[in-house]
């Protein structure tokens, strides 16, 4: 008791000389009414750690990244390895890398990193790529029939933290968070991928199944109360998609790094690289 008196009278002298909220004084005294800190916050440009990195060409996040055509001495040419972005929505923090065809109202969310350096990587229409999913192909044909590239189809979500790789998901198809698609898996039209499961090489889910497990074995057919929800899903991420353009501003000219511009900086990627043909 003495021990807890003692701390509690030294607790009441530190606030008494700091005489702002520091720190949480909730069971020290219910009806504590000292105010918080209301010190002005230094401004981001005013920090001299922070200003300096508009000039590092390395520090610079670039959300669409081109391959150089070997045969070419200044800029990609056509027959480079450059992304075609005809998604909805693709997050600042995302890297779309090479090779890559997004689809028409698809959406790419942050801290994804879909890079196709070799093959090619397609994401269909109105298809979701969630927060944190990594997608590649090979680096080398797997078979006669497949050249290593990776292939989404229409109407697709993919959640949180995925990994997949020279792999097949036709349309209308969940792939649960967490799940692992290796080399030359295949997911047919209308079905599920649990959460956390590993599809492994080689292994075909059939339309209309649930799959679930490491690895990952058929549990049951789906409903067609289910099979409706997969669209269902896809299009709600597509409205999300277009609220998430339009929070970002990126669905009119640019304004978050106007200050920077103006001092002819040049921040982020911005523009087109080609126009499809």
């Not at 219910?30 to 000039?55: D, G, H, I």
Request: hydrophobic share 35%; aromatic share 10%; net charge negative.
């Amino acid at each position: 008791m003495i021990k807890q008196l003692t701390k509690l009278n030294v607790v009441k002298q530190l606030t008494n000389n700091i005489g702002k909220r520091q720190y949480c004084t909730y069971f020290e005294n219910r009806n504590n009414n000292l105010p918080y800190n209301t010190e002005p916050v230094q401004k981001p440009e005013e920090s001299p750690n922070t200003a300096q990195r508009y000039f590092d060409i390395y520090n610079k996040h670039k959300t669409f990244v081109s391959f150089f055509d070997k045969n070419s001495i200044t800029t990609p040419s056509i027959t480079g390895l450059y992304p075609r972005n005809g998604a909805e929505f693709v997050a600042p923090s995302a890297s779309i890398i090479g090779n890559v065809n997004l689809g028409a109202g698809s959406s790419v969310w942050d801290n994804c990193v879909i890079r196709a350096d070799v093959n090619y990587i397609h994401i269909g229409a109105f298809s979701n790529v969630q927060d944190g999913t990594i997608i590649r192909e090979a680096s080398e044909p797997l078979s006669l029939d497949h050249n290593g590239s990776t292939i989404i189809g229409e109407d697709v979500t993919i959640g949180h933290n995925c990994i997949l790789e020279a792999c097949t998901v036709e349309e209308s198809c969940l792939i649960g968070m967490g799940s692992i698609l290796e080399s030359e898996s295949y997911v047919e039209a209308n079905s599920i991928l649990g959460s956390n499961s590993i599809l492994t090489s080689g292994t075909r889910i059939k339309s209309g199944e649930l799959w679930l497990g490491k690895p990952a074995k058929f549990v049951r057919h789906l409903t067609e109360d289910e099979i409706i929800d997969l669209s269902n899903g896809a299009h709600a991420y597509y409205l999300n998609a277009q609220k998430a353009q339009k929070s970002f501003g990126l669905d009119e000219e640019s304004f978050i790094y106007a200050d920077a511009e103006q001092q002819g900086i040049q921040v982020g990627w911005k523009g087109e690289y080609y126009a499809d043909k």
